[in-house]
């Protein structure tokens, strides 16, 4: 058992924050973690002392115990007692690593790990040499009891939330506590515990902000389906600080940051619930007034409710497409929503001159060529600003990985390297890579296509044969593609950490320039 003798306890937060695993070197950037800052924000409050570990890129054994020795060095009382890793299910295997390698600098060090990964597949992580325990769902206060109990000398061992390895090697599973219904309750996060104005956002002066958690719906791919039920009162899952404390929130912000002029709402839904949605938007034009952008969602919207956002500030919007082929957004996605309403939706945004940035998936169960098409053409008749098309990732004990799994798509082992994750005879690694590669490419073209009458049905034919025929060099292309992206990244890359305010410039133009044509 580990006992501090009446002494607050040290903890350092460690944060693998990276997709790109060849940026090694960088001193600056990464993203802001809402629940690491609201951890440390709980425990300080009570007198323990907390610190962030923030591995910006793939580290190396001598890299990572070189710059933990060197962070540890910086407390006088000694070694860390508590060590938390922040794990998302990409990151795993590196975090195998760094479990691995604290434990050697660290061996006194009581390991813990929580976040998706962990919540989704506890005992699994659990299992991993080097971890002592593992926390189910919130945080925030199943650590404190943790050290509270650790200052007092006590067992911990029957903490709500958390499960732990016995010296024996069997596990404790205590039962998950209920989750908070009024987020209020939760200090304001602890914005310090990042270098935040060095991190990628606020370099070009915007800061990434959530006033919710959880979400109402049960997307089959996301692991909001499999969260809320961890939680005994689950129908509380999806909640949002009051539109007041909300405010305060940006309030806080703002004060220790005044150079942040955009915010970019997190959330994963910012109208799940209407009435709060209106009382807050009033408060935000009131109160605070910049230009935002923010999560939404076609089948919970209303032209009155774009307009409001309009009024606010929103100039732009991030919204799922996911899929245009019925069958699969339908069955195997469970967003029970048409065409026709998406289009909809998407002329009520450019009627009042709010850009439209959509996300959408390729490489999902069951999807070949021209399933991938359907959702390049929906996107070209949304008229969408910019796209994100990621590659579809079977997440642990959602519904769509068993339905993948089941099917055969899913590999026993899935390497972190790895870009395309299932293995489907009908839609191979370079077809999925050549959709998602040319994405945005097609969509501008099919918008052409789809304004001009005759000719452009045409051409709509001849983009059709050239996306699923048989003698497009897919492979070629793809490689080319990627080349183009490394170097189109690595320009961002050098401009936000180097020359923000020319990034800045560049992007409100570009801003500017939508929005004068959604407009028109």
Same mark, same amino acid.
């Given at each position: 058992? +580990? ?5 607050? !306890? ?9 997709? $790109? ?59 860390? /007692? ?6 998302? #299910?990409?990151?795993?295997? @590196?975090?195998?690593?760094?479990? +691995?390698?604290?434990?050697? !600098? ?11 990964? !962990? ?5 699994? =992580? ?21 050290? %509270? ?5 006590? $067992?911990?061992? @029957? ?12 596990? &404790? ?16 996060? @602890?914005? /310090? ?12 002066? #915007?800061? *990434? ?42 309030? #806080? ?27 807050? *938007? ?42 245009? /082929?019925?069958? *699969? ?38 999807? @070949?060529?021209?399933?991938?098409? &359907? ?15 990621? *590659? ?39 077809? =999925? ?27 709509? +034919? ?45 992007? %409100? ?8 044509? =959604?407009?028109?």
């Amino acid at each position: 058992m +580990k006992n501090t003798n009446g002494k607050k !306890v040290r903890m350092l937060l460690v944060y693998p924050d990276y997709t $790109d695993r060849d940026s090694a070197g960088r001193t600056s950037g990464g993203n802001y973690s809402e629940g690491l800052a609201s951890i440390s924000a709980v425990l300080k409050q009570s007198g323990h002392q907390v610190e962030l570990m923030h591995l910006l890129y793939l580290h190396e054994e001598a890299d990572f115990k070189s710059k933990l020795i060197a962070q540890e060095n910086q407390q006088e009382a000694g070694f860390y /007692d508590i060590i938390g890793f922040s794990i998302r #299910t990409t990151a795993l295997p @590196d975090s195998k690593n760094y479990i +691995k390698w604290a434990k050697e !600098v660290c061996p006194e060090a009581f390991v813990i790990c929580g976040s998706y990964h !962990v919540t989704l597949v506890p005992e699994e =992580v659990l299992t991993i040499d080097g971890v002592d325990a593992v926390c189910v769902g919130d945080g925030e206060y199943a650590e404190l009891d943790l050290c %509270n109990a650790m200052t007092e000398g006590v $067992d911990y061992t @029957d903490i709500e939330s958390l499960y732990f390895k016995l010296p024996d090697g069997s596990f &404790k599973k205590n039962p998950v506590r209920p989750i908070f219904e009024d987020l209020e309750r939760i200090p304001i996060p @602890d914005f /310090d515990l990042f270098d935040y104005d060095n991190l990628d956002s606020v370099k070009i002066n #915007t800061a *990434i902000v959530m006033m919710s958690r959880g979400c109402l719906f049960s997307c089959t791919y996301c692991g909001n389906s499999q969260f809320r039920n961890v939680y005994p009162n689950r129908k509380k899952y999806a909640r949002f600080r009051s539109p007041e404390n909300s405010i305060l929130y940006l309030k #806080t912000l703002l004060n220790k940051h005044p150079q942040i002029k955009y915010l970019n709402f997190r959330d994963a839904i910012f109208n799940m619930y209407p009435a709060w949605f209106d009382e807050f *938007i009033e408060l935000y034009k009131k109160e605070i007034n910049l230009p935002f952008t923010c999560n939404l969602r076609f089948d919970v919207l209303t032209e009155d409710t774009v307009i409001k956002m309009k009024e606010a500030g929103c100039y732009t919007i991030d919204i799922g497409v996911e899929s245009g /082929d019925n069958e *699969i957004r339908t069955k195997y996605l469970k967003r029970v929503m048409t065409d026709e309403m998406m289009i909809d939706a998407s002329e009520w945004f450019h009627k009042h001159g709010i850009n439209v940035l959509t996300y959408n998936i390729v490489g999902l169960p069951y999807e @070949d060529l021209h399933r991938a098409l &359907k959702t390049i053409k929906l996107n070209a008749r949304l008229k969408s600003d910019r796209i994100i098309a990621n *590659i579809f990732y079977p997440y642990p004990m959602t519904v769509l990985h068993d339905i993948a799994k089941e099917a055969g798509f899913v590999p026993d082992v899935i390497p972190p390297d790895c870009r395309v994750p299932l293995k489907q005879k009908q839609f191979p690694e370079h077809e =999925v890579l050549f959709a998602a590669n040319f994405f945005m490419y097609y969509v501008k073209r099919y918008k052409w296509a789809f304004k001009h009458g005759r000719i452009g049905r045409i051409y709509e +034919k001849w983009l059709d044969f050239w996306f699923t025929g048989p003698i497009t060099p897919r492979r070629l292309l793809v490689f080319i593609s990627d080349l183009f992206e490394s170097m189109r990244k690595t320009l961002r890359r050098i401009l936000v950490n180097n020359f923000p305010k020319l990034y800045l410039f560049l992007r %409100n133009g570009k801003l500017k320039k939508q929005a004068q044509n =959604v407009v028109k």
